[in-house]
């Protein structure tokens, strides 16, 4: 139809301008003079139509350049077709797209010829309501596709013979060496595969109509090695039938690479605590345990086995023959009735240490035990459980003992070998004579020698040396030598 009308126009040119037919053209019409220097067009004519259309007034259009009423007609397109279709004189369709400039948009299909007066003719449809309809009726089919190229994980629809029909594009990116997809059986892109793989889920939700979960190596042309979970849920009609089935993948490698650092990690502090030289054991909140070195299993004749993972305070039982509170638990939570039965407690921090303990049930004869406890944290700084060590210390402990032994022996020993003077003692105000229990006065050397240990050797003190011999020559001299 446009074609026709642009036929008719140019056959009769100028004149054609004013029948009234153009008027009542539901099709935009515009006619375009060219500019004296060719750098624009400017409108001589414009119909009804392209007033609703655009909402402008012919009478404030012509003689104006196209450029100044549409700001957007060089980004559109539209300018250069205009340019061409004058110098070449051939038609040109401007196929629909999309218009705007400010203020007004819209989707536009343009044709444009030029007629025998040297000007060119546009003729063109407004198709806004009509995308607007379309837009509509598929924004559901949008609406879905959007989300299922947007989630992160990847996800692929199958055929009941295994074919990939429909994938996002996570999957796209993960494989894309494996381009196209469509068509290919899924094992063959994502395994690299001749047969279907061992267990398929999907195979297996498509025979039995119900989901199935599976954590799987990560294969692809990347060579990337990893873990992915992937889950496969049947397809199912409103008849019952089982037409395909989609499968949702995750890529786990992070966290299994996570789950296998912290098991590497456990293992080794397993291995530190079990080589510790000293009895261990270590419990959770809860109060189970969740480590027996083998320093306790000797000393307590119980294995890790029988005592991991067990509560209610059963790792007092080896220790005290009865489940009670030890200084383990006093370390997890402190606790004023847990902490009365040690007579010797010491804390430094969070430490808490007991420096000897008598446990009768340990040993042939008993152990002297020191122990030392004190809580667990996780990065964030909260308690997780708590650690306990016991150190035996009955060697240094019987040695103490005996020592003690030894001292108090000699001791006795020397006490009982001292004669003590005690009471009133006579003595004689004169000649310094002691008077005995039978009524004989001795000499003071003599009764002290008698009634202890003691024993004498004679000499003179200064004053007596003086008074016996202060006139002989001799002494004068000693007396001379001594001052010098």
């Known amino acids: 139809m446009i074609q026709n009308l642009l036929a ?23 006619i375009y003079e060219v500019d004296r220097d060719a750098s624009d067009f400017i409108f001589s004519y414009l119909n009804k139509a392209v007033e609703e259309i655009e909402a402008i007034n012919k009478n404030d259009v012509i003689g104006r350049k196209v450029t100044e009423i549409f700001p957007g ?27 705007e400039d400010g203020r007004i948009s819209g989707w536009r299909d343009n044709h444009v010829n030029k007629l025998s007066s040297n000007e060119i003719i546009v003729v063109y449809i407004d198709h806004t309501n009509r995308k607007e309809d379309d837009r509509s009726e598929r924004e559901p089919e949008y609406f879905y596709q959007t989300v299922f190229d947007t989630i992160q994980d990847g996800i692929t629809v199958l055929d009941t ?5 429909k994938l996002n594009q996570a999957m796209e990116r993960w494989y894309s060496p494996q381009k196209p997809f469509l068509g290919k059986k899924c094992h063959e892109v994502y395994h690299r595969r001749k047969t ?23 294969g692809g042309p990347v060579g990337t090695p990893g873990w992915i979970e992937l ?20 890529n786990i490698t992070a966290r299994k690479t996570a789950e296998e650092d912290l098991r590497n990690s456990e293992q080794q502090l397993k291995e530190i605590i079990n080589f510790l030289p000293d009895p261990t054991w270590v419990i959770d909140k809860q109060g189970k345990i969740i480590y ?9 004749k119980r294995n890790s086995s029988e005592m991991l993972g067990k509560g209610n305070y059963e790792y007092a039982v080896p220790f005290f023959g009865k489940r009670k509170p030890l200084l383990i638990n006093l370390a997890l939570k402190p606790d004023t009735k847990i902490e009365g039965p ?143």
Request: charge should be neutral; aromatic fraction near 10%; glycine fraction near 6%.
């Open 8 to 30: 008719s126009i140019n056959i009769e040119g100028k004149l054609q301008r004013s029948h009234r037919v153009l008027e009542k053209v539901n099709a935009g019409i515009v």
């Open 73 to 99: 007609v060089k980004k559109f397109g539209l300018f250069d077709v205009f340019s061409r279709v004058w110098k070449s004189g051939e038609p040109e369709h401007h196929p629909t797209a999309f218009y």
């Open 196 to 218: 279907t793989c061992e267990d398929c889920p999907a195979k297996t939700a498509i025979e039995s109509g119900t989901p199935q979960t599976k954590i799987v190596p990560r």
């Open 161 to 165: 013979e295994l074919n990939i029909v």
């Open 231 to 250: 889950s496969a849920f049947p397809i199912i009609t409103k008849e019952g039938n089982t037409i395909g089935a989609v499968e949702y993948v995750r």
């Open 292 to 300: 027996w070195n083998h320093a306790l299993e000797r000393l307590t």
């Open 342 to 484: 040690y007579t010797y407690l010491d804390k430094e921090g969070q430490i808490l240490t007991n420096p000897e303990g008598f446990y009768p049930l340990l040993g042939e004869n008993g152990l002297y035990l020191s122990a030392t406890a004190s809580p667990l944290y996780d990065s964030s700084g909260n308690i997780v459980g708590a650690i306990e060590a016991v150190r035996d210390i009955t060697e240094q402990k019987l040695a103490t003992i005996e020592k003690e032994k030894i001292v108090k022996k000699e001791l006795h020993k020397a006490l009982s070998n001292v004669k003590l003077l005690s009471g009133l003692l006579p003595i004689c105000s004169l000649c310094k004579k002691i008077r005995d229990d039978r009524g004989y006065w001795n000499q003071l050397e003599e009764y002290i020698h008698t009634h202890s240990e003691a024993t004498f050797s004679h000499g003179m003190c200064p004053e007596c040396e003086c008074k016996f011999y202060g006139n002989e020559d001799w002494y004068i001299q000693l007396i001379k030598n001594r001052e010098k």
